[in-house]
């Protein structure tokens, strides 16, 4: 087969596992109806985990010099500022949890940074080419293009959105409620008389929980915005007038608005796929999983199903191919429940709605419990996340944890004696003298974080993940 993988979908989630397929040397195409790249910032909050994701793929630089941290939000009440809130409490570095805050980057930018990164594969998203049909069989995927081509391929993934092409053609069910009563307006605009060092909510004075927010998107002259919306308003041709006059009615004037670059109307549409899985098709993104805003969890849960898709895809055992619901379907149940939980705050006017903590993060996402995670013990069992750590090698250079997971393959971290192996690190106690390949642990992080003073082996997924420890 010329194409193993075909992925129909070139979002955040399409790309992460187009990206986790072309440096495994898996042949993969990549295709998306839009005739033209997404520009606007939807999805424009990244998590933790997702940013520890984006190292191993190689683009963390790019989306950190790009994006920028969350700022503090003003709170108008009546035009006057009465509050200033910050979504996230900031965190310092650790050396097991090496990026511990958000980071905010439009939904478009992320995905020319993965586009770009793609391209350095040789593979490149092919637009306006939407998938029209697909027939599957024992040894593969048969699927006929918009542009009249047929193609075969081994496994055939859609990531093609809520209203997944894929998902319905399977007959897939999309458990989960919409909510008509609940309508907001989230687009682009510009902002003349805005402080862009800040983010900013316009509450009604009798009313302060219904308002408008204004977020400054890095790298570029917008602010994203989200308003409430009533029957009948905002339409899309009266959109910016109407924006206006909200606006000036809720902050007293001085800020002018322009250049509405992309609107879209949301409503809470919380469901869950049936399965994630039949036969020789996978689902992933939002045609498994469709989020609130609330939280940022719907891109980074996208990102974690194409990075957990990538590497078993490419392996191909069946064992691998078989875990991939078992595991993504719980988490993302599990998050939808996050993000539904933070809607309802704002639903009834909760005054720290706006407040983020540990359970947006992504970091406790586990797999504990599923089919590649045999039972243990310990604050790291198999299934966590592989704490990072600092190490030195025998020269005295620094070496993270990090750097040695990152890349295609498994690795095995041996604490003391035994056999190394390929891809795997002799890790020696603190103050220890390293020679040859061994390292040490700097500071004694990483035996701590494992609990490895007695000695011990753990084997690290491709994904980051702990596959076993003995």
């Known amino acids: 087969?010329?194409?193993?993988?075909l992925i129909a979908g070139a979002g955040p989630t399409g790309l992460t596992l187009a990206i986790e397929l072309a440096r495994r040397d898996v042949a993969v195409r990549i295709i998306d109806k839009a005739e033209t790249f997404f520009a606007g910032s939807r999805g424009d909050g990244l998590q933790p985990r997702t940013l520890e994701v984006f190292e191993d793929l190689g683009v963390l630089d790019a989306v950190l010099a790009a994006g920028a941290a969350p700022v503090p939000t003003r709170v108008y009440v009546g035009g006057r500022q009465v509050d200033e809130r910050l979504m996230f409490e900031p965190v310092e570095p650790s050396p097991t949890v090496p990026y511990p805050g958000a980071w905010c980057l439009g939904q478009s930018q992320t995905e020319g940074i993965l586009r770009d990164r793609l391209a350095e594969f040789g593979v490149r998203v092919e637009p306006a080419t939407a998938l029209t049909g697909f027939e599957q069989d024992a040894a593969g995927v048969t699927a006929t293009l918009s542009t009249g081509e047929t193609v075969r391929a081994g496994y055939?993934?859609?990531?093609?959105?809520?209203?997944?092409?894929?998902?319905?053609?399977?007959?897939?069910?999309?458990?989960?409620?919409?909510?008509?009563?609940?309508?907001?307006?989230?687009?682009?605009?510009?902002?003349?008389?805005?402080?862009?060092?800040?983010?900013?909510w316009f509450g009604a004075a009798d009313d302060p929980m219904r308002g408008m927010m204004f977020s400054p998107l890095p790298g570029t002259p917008w602010f994203q915005f989200v308003s409430p919306l009533g029957d009948g308003e905002?339409?899309?041709?009266?959109?910016?007038?109407?924006?206006?006059?909200?606006?000036?009615?809720?902050?007293?004037?001085?800020?002018?608005?322009?250049?509405?670059?992309?609107?879209?109307?949301?409503?809470?549409?919380?469901?869950?796929?049936?399965?994630?899985?039949?036969?020789?098709?996978?689902?992933?993104?939002?045609?498994?999983?469709?989020?609130?805003?609330?939280?940022?969890?719907?891109?980074?849960?996208?990102?974690?199903?194409?990075?957990?898709?990538?590497?078993?895809?490419?392996?191909?055992?069946?064992?691998?191919?078989?875990?991939?619901?078992?595991?993504?379907?719980t988490n993302a149940a599990r998050v939808?429940?996050?993000?539904?939980?933070?809607?309802?705050?704002?639903?009834?006017?909760?005054?720290?709605?706006?407040?983020?903590?540990?359970?947006?993060?992504?970091?406790?996402?586990?797999?504990?419990?599923?089919?590649?995670?045999?039972?243990?013990?310990?604050?790291?069992?198999?299934?966590?996340?592989?704490?990072?750590?600092?190490?030195?090698?025998?020269?005295?250079?620094?070496?993270?944890?990090?750097?040695?997971?990152?890349?295609?393959?498994?690795?095995?971290?041996?604490?003391?004696?035994?056999?190394?192996?390929?891809?795997?690190?002799?890790?020696?106690?603190?103050?220890?003298?390293?020679?040859?390949?061994?390292?040490?642990?700097?500071?004694?992080?990483?035996?701590?974080?494992?609990e490895a003073d007695g000695g011990r082996q753990v084997l690290v997924r491709p994904d980051g993940y702990v596959w076993s420890m003995s």
């Open 336 to 450: 939808l429940g996050v993000s539904t939980a933070l809607m309802q705050k704002y639903v009834d006017g909760d005054e720290d709605a706006h407040q983020r903590g540990e359970d947006t993060q992504q970091l406790d996402i586990s797999y504990r419990g599923g089919p590649l995670s045999p039972a243990g013990t310990g604050a790291v069992r198999p299934g966590d996340r592989a704490p990072d750590s600092p190490l030195l090698d025998a020269h005295g250079k620094r070496v993270r944890l990090f750097e040695l997971f990152r890349g295609p393959h498994a690795t095995r971290l041996v604490f003391g004696d035994g056999p190394v192996g390929e891809n795997g690190y002799r890790i020696l106690p603190a103050d220890s003298v390293a020679t040859g390949p061994d390292l040490v642990d700097e500071g004694g992080h990483a035996y701590a974080a494992y």
């Open 156 to 200: 055939l993934v859609g990531a093609d959105g809520g209203k997944s092409f894929v998902r319905k053609a399977l007959g897939i069910a999309f458990e989960g409620t919409t909510d008509d009563s609940i309508r907001m307006l989230l687009g682009d605009v510009h902002a003349e008389g805005l402080d862009r060092g800040f983010g900013h």
């Open 234 to 329: 905002l339409e899309a041709e009266t959109a910016l007038p109407a924006i206006q006059s909200r606006l000036d009615a809720l902050s007293g004037g001085g800020i002018t608005l322009s250049d509405l670059a992309w609107s879209t109307v949301w409503r809470p549409n919380v469901r869950l796929a049936a399965k994630f899985r039949e036969g020789r098709v996978f689902l992933a993104g939002d045609a498994a999983h469709v989020h609130p805003p609330t939280g940022g969890q719907g891109l980074n849960t996208g990102v974690q199903d194409g990075y957990n898709l990538g590497w078993k895809l490419a392996d191909g055992a069946p064992e691998l191919l078989d875990s991939y619901e078992a595991e993504r379907r």
């Open 1 to 5: 087969m010329d194409t193993w993988v």
